[in-house]
């Protein structure tokens, strides 16, 4: 057992919280001192385009996420290169869908950093100063709660401008800075390679499934899995023959996966998959399944869920944070909830902070409409699929990256 994995069985979550702020803080001094020595953007200096900064080729929704940036910069003509950092906490790095593009040199006037504050400082520490001087810094951030963490608002000091994802995270950091903050959401897209079938994963044919997926590296108190699951059992009984698909990334604790085994015990089509999926698996497993449930508590975005309704699979989900910024009554099933306050410090969230409690018995109702109610199915479906491609397609998130760019160099 390693020395952090001694102080969480030994510590409450709060003195564990307090020690990795005073340690962040350490790191925040230093970083302060660099980037105030740091030479400001000169227009010139660099040719323009962009240094796309982060671990690009992380198995995780960060990872995705920065994929679908270079797909952006890409499409949009832009120069561009890519800096590979790894992210800690035992991840693989093992997508090398942008490999060719990876390279030492920052040869651009724009760095793009795809990197959170909560390691952003300790990182930033490590650059040379040949690659901060003179360039124009763009942070892309992620974050789920309205409120953004004071310990990293000194990370905005380092940099020009920040974009985000979703409106949602962007106010949360315009509450702490006068700096922009644009919003520039992902593109949602597939690479078009065939899908595998349900022989794949071994999944039956004749049957109607739902799917839930969460990743332990995305804190699975957040996704709130348990929620889903005791949706689904008030939803239908054993006998209905109703499946369920229950996908999770990075399960290190069995304890957790006994759980859900238990509370589902009885039911005879539960299908469990555990090992990390290749892009092209989980668009599959997603194509796969009738209905994606998600009775989340927060979302910086809401990714998969953006992916199923393009994929045509009807999405349950929670009527609050960013997935509401994609999603409507027609095109979804949004599930109502009550605002409560977490009760202890749960990874990066603070107790006290805020964030959504999902009715479990109207997602359990969506659930049953969409088995039974054939129509209302495919009015979903449809109007999932068309929101995805008309309003979040390549051609518009790219322009808004264009267009962000050239206003750094008006």
């Not at 057992?1 to 350490?26: H, R, S």
């Not at 944070?321 to 409560?340: I, P, Q, R």
Request: hydrophobic residues 40%.
């Amino acid at each position: 057992m390693g020395i952090k994995q001694i102080l969480k069985a030994v510590l409450p979550d709060d003195v564990i919280v307090k020690m990795k702020n005073t340690w962040n803080w350490k790191n925040n001094r230093k970083m302060l001192e660099k980037s105030g020595k740091t030479k400001a953007f000169q227009k010139g200096k660099y040719p323009i385009g962009i240094n796309l900064i982060g671990d690009i080729k992380a198995e995780t929704g960060l990872g995705q996420s920065m994929r679908i940036i270079a797909a952006m910069i890409g499409h949009s003509g832009i120069p561009f290169v890519i800096k590979q950092v790894d992210a800690p906490g035992g991840l693989e790095h093992d997508d090398c869908t942008w490999a060719g593009k990876i390279g030492d040199r920052l040869p651009y006037g724009i760095n793009l950093i795809h990197i959170n504050p909560n390691i952003w400082a300790e990182v930033y520490n490590d650059f040379r100063k040949e690659e901060v001087d003179y360039r124009y810094h763009i942070a892309y951030w992620l974050w789920e709660l309205e409120e953004f963490p004071d310990e990293w608002v000194p990370c905005i000091s380092t940099v020009d401008e920040i974009w985000t994802p979703s409106e949602f995270i962007s106010r949360s950091i315009r509450q702490k800075t006068d700096k922009t903050v644009r919003t520039i959401p992902y593109a949602i897209t597939m690479d078009h390679k065939p899908l595998f079938n349900r022989d794949y994963f071994h999944l039956p044919q004749d049957k109607f499934f739902f799917l839930m997926m969460y990743d332990f590296k995305s804190m699975s108190e957040r996704k709130n899995p348990e929620a889903a699951v005791r949706a689904f059992i008030q939803a239908f009984k054993p006998t209905e023959g109703v499946g369920l698909i229950i996908k999770i990334n990075h399960l290190k604790n069995k304890k957790e996966l006994e759980k859900l085994k238990n509370k589902v015990a009885g039911y005879p089509d539960i299908y469990y998959i555990t090992d990390n999926l290749s892009r092209q698996e989980v668009e599959s497993l997603i194509a796969a399944a009738d209905v994606m449930i998600s009775l989340h508590r927060s979302e910086g975005f809401g990714l998969p869920l953006a992916e199923a309704m393009y994929l045509g699979t009807p999405v349950v989900a929670t009527n609050w944070s960013a997935n509401t910024e994609f999603m409507g009554k027609e095109n979804a099933c949004l599930v109502d909830y009550d605002l409560v306050k977490l009760p202890k410090a749960m990874g990066p969230y603070k107790k006290g902070s805020i964030w959504a409690d999902a009715d479990e018995g109207q997602a359990a109702g969506f659930m049953r409409k969409l088995y039974y109610d054939s129509e209302y199915y495919a009015s979903i479906k449809k109007n999932g699929k068309r929101h995805m491609e008309e309003q979040l397609n390549i051609d518009v998130t790219s322009k808004l990256l264009k267009e962000a760019v050239e206003r750094i160099y008006r």
